[in-house]
């Protein structure tokens, strides 16, 4: 059933394009800089909403690996953000009006402006408090990985989502603007994550983390995924099917070894834990704009207002892409 | 006497540019030749950039195509003009666009004029080296290969497939035999205008061109007709990875390729300005040191190994093997008991001591993982919810023996606990399992409880545990198991406690001189006897008397003494 499961796969594709196409109504531009691309510019896709105080980090983040062009997508912001990210020279900023949920989580949005502007470019789709890291990243720029992937044929990368934790109460110590908030959230659960493969999108499903075992004990099963692709060598008939976590064709999901081997593989340091948090949780569950029917988010709330403490004794303290690697949570592959 | 450049460039042409500039300020000419699929205005640029520069010529141009012809035309004819145009050249050393030179120009030039009848070329037979891409090898000079492996990839596999079941061979020229190596050779004026001069040229051209990859054999095959002396080794490092592409070096092989005292690398990530700044600018001491890789051979060869059969026991992002494809489903030997901590009362802290590993209780008990010292989390950030744990049983298992890689993990198991594990253990070549069947019912034994209850447990821990124990004696199994009946063990358990022991193979092996304290089992006759007697056949545990038996003591043995 091969041929058949393939064009299925390929229909539901035209469609979330055709979804794309008309949830790109709801986008209007606040500035456009796509003038300034130039072909072989590697880009940064991203929604936000309300996340002013980490917008500089953001930006300065991605400027030193490399990262040549921002697109913004601004869902409703009022603090201000939307007109910061408007300012910076290498920004392009869309304002969407539309439900956050109603766009499956701003993937629609994205879809539309990659799809429009990112064909033929290495494109990165990172929220803005996730962090991509990658083998040597602290030596080579993100393009020398890009040409890598050109020259080995490889269309897509694979970053799993590393959730960042503080010692301590998570309202402990103030994130300030333009900090690294990997100075306040620097701890992570090294060695708890499950595995299991979608064997239609043949993407794989990762859970675990302090998420699992702090909110999700009781329900494993939902807790939430941690697989992510963002990193591809876009082509206007691509499409993110939800979040990074899955994408179409389902040959780009395949950034695993099933042979033994190692992909070379990054990392996502996920700086959701910092003291802005409890306040983006209840608000995130007022407007129950997220995942199914923002049940992580209720968890959160639950879990939350006891102020719990994430970090545990066997928790590792982050130091380098080096040490990721030797714990087994990423891998060089093949590239040396 | 001097040493010729023949560059190939068919992109980074600013680098290419620097590289020439300074192989012809070390005094060598250079002949370029550049890609016919390079657009003409980048062409005339580049043409133009070096018009400054003394000594530097542009040969023919030929479409080159990885893997076809046009690169040895283009070596050809770049070759042939170096030859033509500058007598005074003894060497001609063939490089890339993307080739750095490590060492001066002057060093190369002494290392030369020292060796002045020597060819360096890597040559080797089909036969003799692993190298091959794709499982052809000998049958790259006997097939036909009009499709390009690159981009109609489906129409070479399936001509190639054509061929073989037809039997359509070419015959290879009288007089050669197939040779193959690195494409980057050097050669003297003797060999090289040897082989271009050669009357039977176009005999070989027409059949080399039909070749695959003939920049990998042509001049490698033909070389071993004229040349005096071969030394089979390229000048140039290159290294490549497990697809037959080559590895790019980057800034951060700065010291690497110094220590190499390699001539000259390949291939040079254009970007890498730290590289460039470096070899091409400063002034090295002449060294007249033999080119020593073995470092950057160390490195490239951990990478092709880590690609292609990964790190044992490690399930992540970027590597979940099929089954029986993990190259060992978990990273280090442990071991597993069962029934010992239901025999002996302190079997856990007295196998901590006796062996120095870390003992945990339970793991896949209901109720809760027991971690060693019954801990909240453990290694990794393991966590001892027993319902995450049973959300994926194996992984469990792999986590944690992967986070505590180093050190030897023990820990307790029985048909108490969930059995999801149960065929993973039997199947791990790491696992040590030792079994003693029956020991469950100790337990029940020792509670204070209504015998109907008790009864049904009985069974129903009986059926489990006999599940259990076929596993363990399946074909299938690769793990290190023994098992004893409750019966057999107890008759001599200092002897199966050390035969456990000696194969865990602990470091201060010693005779086992302190026994752990063994439950009280006076009655356990008779309650194996009641539950028969109401209908439930305890069988697992072996033969027990029904009536006491005291079975934990050796007979006291007098002082033996000597009588002179």
Redesign the interface.
């Known amino acids: 059933m091969g041929a058949l499961t393939s064009y299925r796969l390929r229909l539901q594709r035209k469609r979330w394009h055709l979804r794309a196409r008309r949830k790109s109504r709801e986008l209007s531009v606040v500035k456009d800089r796509t003038s300034q691309i130039k072909p072989n510019d590697v880009f940064v896709f991203s929604t936000f909403r309300n996340e002013d105080i980490r917008l500089p980090y953001f930006f300065k983040y991605y400027r030193d690996l490399g990262v040549d062009h921002f697109f913004m997508v601004d869902n409703d912001s009022d603090d201000g953000g939307g007109d910061y990210a408007a300012s910076q020279p290498d920004v392009s900023v869309w304002k969407a009006s539309g439900s956050y949920r109603k766009s499956r989580f701003g993937v629609d949005w994205l879809n539309h402006l990659q799809r429009k502007y990112a064909d033929g470019h290495w494109t990165l789709v990172v929220d803005p408090d996730e962090f991509f890291i990658y083998p040597?990243c602290d030596?080579?720029?993100i393009?020398?990985l890009t040409?890598?992937l050109d020259?080995?044929d490889i269309r897509s990368f694979?970053?799993?989502l590393l959730d960042m934790y503080p010692k301590g109460r998570l309202d402990a110590v103030p994130y300030n603007r333009g900090q690294n908030p990997m100075e306040i959230a620097s701890w992570f659960?090294?060695?708890?994550?499950?595995?299991?493969?979608n064997n239609l999108f043949y993407n794989?499903w990762?859970?675990g983390g302090?998420r699992?075992?702090m909110f999700f004990?009781?329900?494993?099963?939902r807790a939430p995924a941690l697989?992510k692709t963002p990193l591809v060598k876009w082509r206007k008939d691509y499409a993110y099917v939800s979040s990074t976590h899955m994408i179409l064709p389902r040959g780009l999901n395949l950034?695993?070894?099933?042979?033994?081997?190692?992909?070379?593989?990054g990392i996502l340091l996920h700086a959701k834990f910092l003291d802005t948090f409890g306040v983006k949780a209840q608000e995130e569950l007022s407007r129950g704009q997220h995942y199914a029917a923002s049940h992580e988010y209720k968890a959160y709330a639950e879990g939350i207002a006891q102020h719990p403490d994430l970090w545990?004794?066997?928790?590792?303290k982050y130091i380098n892409w080096r040490q990721l690697e030797i714990l087994?949570?990423?891998?060089?592959?093949?590239?040396? | 006497m001097n040493v010729g450049v023949v560059i190939l460039v068919h992109n980074a042409f600013d680098r290419a540019e620097q590289v020439v500039r300074h192989w012809s300020a070390g005094g060598c000419p250079v002949v370029i030749h550049v890609d016919k699929n390079v657009k003409r205005a980048a062409h005339d640029d580049f043409v133009k950039s070096l018009a400054d520069v003394p000594n530097v010529l542009f040969s023919k141009r030929h479409r080159c195509e990885w893997g076809t012809w046009g690169l040895v035309a283009a070596s050809q004819s770049a070759s042939a003009m170096m030859l033509a145009k500058f007598p005074d050249v003894r060497h001609v050393f063939l490089a890339s666009g993307s080739c750095l030179p490590l060492r001066p120009i002057k060093d190369l030039q002494v290392y030369l004029a020292k060796r002045p009848r020597t060819d360096f070329i890597e040559s080797a037979t089909t036969a003799d080296v692993p190298w091959t891409q794709g499982g052809l090898d000998f049958e790259r000079f006997t097939l036909r290969f009009p499709f390009s492996w690159r981009k109609h990839r489906f129409l070479f596999d399936r001509y190639v497939e054509f061929q073989r079941r037809f039997k359509m061979f070419r015959r290879v020229p009288e007089g050669i035999v197939p040779h193959m190596g690195s494409q980057w050779w050097c050669l003297t004026r003797q060999t090289l205008s040897a082989i271009l001069e050669d009357p039977d040229r176009k005999v070989y051209d027409t059949y080399f061109r039909r070749v695959w990859i003939p920049d990998e054999s042509y001049f490698q095959t033909l070389v071993r007709l004229y040349s005096q002396s071969i030394e089979s080794r390229s000048l140039t490092l290159s290294k490549f990875?497990?697809?037959g592409?080559p590895?790019?070096f980057?800034?951060?092989h700065l010291q690497l390729l110094r220590r190499s005292d390699c001539f000259v690398a390949r291939k040079i990530?254009p970007?890498a300005n730290r590289l460039y700044d470096n070899f091409l600018n400063e002034e090295y001491p002449l060294k007249g040191a033999e080119p020593n890789p073995g470092k950057i051979d160390r490195?490239?060869s951990?990478?092709?190994e880590?690609?292609?059969?990964?790190?044992a026991g490690?399930?992540?992002?970027?590597?979940?093997?099929?089954p029986g494809?993990?190259?060992g489903f978990t990273s280090s030997p442990y071991s597993v008991f069962e029934g010992f901590s239901e025999l002996f009362e302190d079997f856990e802290p007295w196998l901590a001591r006796m062996t120095g590993t870390r003992v945990h209780g339970h793991l896949y008990a209901k109720d809760g993982v027991e971690f060693e010292g019954r801990q909240?989390?453990?290694?990794?950030?393991?966590?001892d919810?027993p319902?995450?744990r049973d959300?994926?049983a194996q992984?469990?298992l792999v986590?944690l023996i992967?986070?505590t890689r180093g050190e030897r993990q023990c820990f307790q198991f029985g048909p108490n606990d969930s059995q999801h594990v149960s065929w993973d253990l039997a199947k791990d070549p790491n696992a040590q399992i030792s079994v003693i069947s029956g020991a469950w019912a100790i337990p029940l034994f020792q509670s204070n409880r209504n015998f109907s209850d008790i009864r049904a447990d009985a069974a129903e821990l009986q059926r489990l545990e006999s599940e259990h124990l076929n596993a363990l004696r399946s074909p299938f199994v690769k793990a290190r198991i023994r098992i004893w009946t409750l019966a057999e063990f107890i008759e001599t358990p200092m002897e199966a406690l050390q035969t456990v022991l000696d194969e865990m193979g602990a470091k201060n092996l010693r005779r086992v001189t302190e026994a752990p304290k063994m439950a009280d089992l006076t009655g356990f006759g008779q309650f194996l006897q009641n539950l028969k007697n109401q209908g439930m056949h305890p069988y697992l545990m072996g033969d027990f008397p029904a009536d006491n038996v005291s079975v934990n003591e050796r007979p006291t043995r007098r002082k033996p003494y000597l009588v002179r």
């Open positions: 040597f030596t080579r720029p393009r020398a040409d890598w020259a080995s694979g970053a799993m659960d090294s060695g708890n994550y499950t595995i299991s493969k794989l990762i859970q302090p699992a075992r004990k009781e329900e494993p099963w697989n950034v695993y070894d099933e042979w033994g081997g190692e992909k070379a593989s545990c004794k066997w928790s590792e087994g949570l990423m891998s060089k592959g093949n590239w040396a | 990875d497990y697809q592409k590895h790019i980057y800034d951060d990530w970007d490195i490239f951990k990478a092709v880590r690609r292609t059969r990964g790190r490690l399930f992540m992002q970027s590597r979940l093997p099929r494809h993990e190259n909240t989390t453990f290694s990794g950030a393991l966590c919810n319902k995450l959300h994926h992984l469990f986590n992967w986070n």
